[in-house]
Nanobody, 121 residues
Framework: VQLVESGGGSVQAGGSLRLSCAAS????????MAWFRQAPGKEREGVAT????????LYADSVKGRFTVSQDNAKNTLYLQMNSLKPEDTAMYYC????????????????WGQGTQVTVS
């Protein structure tokens, strides 16, 4: 299983970014997917998660209404559209795959990408 994130970068407050996570090495719908983030000195926190078979989603309160998680099953790719970005959104963003769905418990996710940095100033 391989998860590769891309799309991070530096943006001004109020701006937007779209993260992508390309999944390979397994049947995409066999796992649920999620986006987590970790800022320096802080614990990893769940941002958004999706039940890949139904596209049911769940968001952290801190990003609700600003972030949108989506997927392209044909491309085995997960996305995170981030709008109205705030400085507090600055973090390394990771995608994860696991067999337990619609949870932000990081320990329940089996596979992780290497992360992509998002910096909001």
């Amino acid at each position: 299983v391989q998860l590769v994130e891309s799309g991070g970068g530096s943006v001004q407050a109020g701006g937007s970014l779209r993260l992508s996570c390309a999944a390979s090495g397994y049947h995409y719908n066999n796992y649920c997917m999620a986006w987590f983030r970790q800022a320096p000195g802080k614990e990893r926190e769940g941002v958004a998660t999706i039940f890949t078979r139904t596209s049911t989603t769940l968001y952290a309160d801190s990003v609700k209404g600003r972030f949108t998680v989506s997927q392209d099953n044909a491309k085995n790719t997960l996305y995170l559209q981030m709008n109205s970005l705030k400085p507090e959104d600055t973090a390394m963003y990771y995608c994860a795959a696991g067999s337990v769905c619609l949870t932000f418990a990081a320990e329940l996710y089996n596979f992780w990408g290497q992360g992509t940095q998002v910096t909001v100033s």
